[in-house]
């Protein structure tokens, strides 16, 4: 099983900042088979990127993903009030699995 | 455009079984595989197993094989999952999500609203 690991685990930051998070796998993913998502309380996750660095349909472009083989990061150019979220990566290169889960929050 | 329905929430005794279902909506159900993840109170999402409309071929996580089964419900485009031997840890949030058209293995671009299954005696 691949393991994702992601770090930090959570962000304090303020409207306006930049942020990075990082998402390191196991083994290998091949074809870069990452994603991310997002999560707010009480509802489902969003997927933000595919593919490590394609945005989904909708998603701003101050999403951004970038990475392959195991290091694998999302940047956030310009953080809004409504991206203080949960965000997780996804393998799914060998069966499927999540990261641990990264928390931006409000400083 | 692809929407995914869940039933609705469900409480269980420890020992019993729930099946959740997830209604499919949009075009070619066939070429979505519909996949379970859970998300235990206050826990991170964890991907339980997936079926393909295409040909029903199931695959599921380790940890719950023996007592999980995915369906697809091809002629009503109803998936459904089903978990016996429920524990108390098996209370949590049950999503249902498709992946990419004609990929087993893929990102969930659509998710349905989740279903809260608690158990307790």
């Known amino acids: 099983e691949i393991v994702l690991t992601q770090s930090p685990g959570k962000l304090s930051l303020s409207p306006g900042d930049r942020v990075t998070l990082s998402c390191r796998a196991s083994?290998?993913?091949?074809?870069?088979?990452l994603a991310w998502y997002q999560q707010k309380p009480g509802q489902a996750p969003r997927l933000l990127i595919y593919?490590?660095?394609t945005r989904a349909t909708g998603i701003p472009d101050r999403f951004s993903g970038s990475g392959s083989g195991t290091d694998f990061t999302l940047t956030i150019s310009r953080l809004e009030a409504e991206d203080f979220a949960l965000y997780y990566c996804?393998?799914?290169?060998?069966?499927?699995?999540f990261g641990q889960g990264a928390r931006l929050e409000t400083k | 455009e692809v929407q995914l329905v869940q039933s609705g929430a469900e409480v269980r005794r420890p020992g019993s079984t729930v099946k959740i279902s997830c209604e499919f909506s949009?075009?070619?159900?066939?070429?979505?595989?519909i996949h379970w993840v859970a998300q235990a109170p206050g826990k991170g999402l964890e991907w339980l197993g997936l079926?393909?409309?295409?040909?029903?071929?199931?695959m599921y996580a380790e940890k719950l094989r023996g007592r999980i089964t995915i369906t697809a419900g091809t002629s009503v485009y109803i998936p459904s999952m089903e978990l016996s031997s429920l524990k108390s840890e098996d209370t949590a949030v049950y999503y249902c999500?498709?992946?990419?058209?004609?990929?087993?293995?893929?990102?969930?671009?659509?998710w349905g609203q989740g279903t809260m299954v608690t158990v307790s005696s």
């Open positions: 079926v393909d409309p295409k040909d029903g071929e199931t």
């Open positions: 996804q393998q799914y290169g060998g069966s499927l699995s």
């Open positions: 949009g075009n070619s159900f066939t070429d979505y595989c």
């Open positions: 083994q290998t993913l091949i074809a870069n088979s």
């Open positions: 999500a498709a992946g990419k058209i004609g990929a087993r293995l893929s990102a969930f671009h659509v």
């Open positions: 593919d490590a660095s």
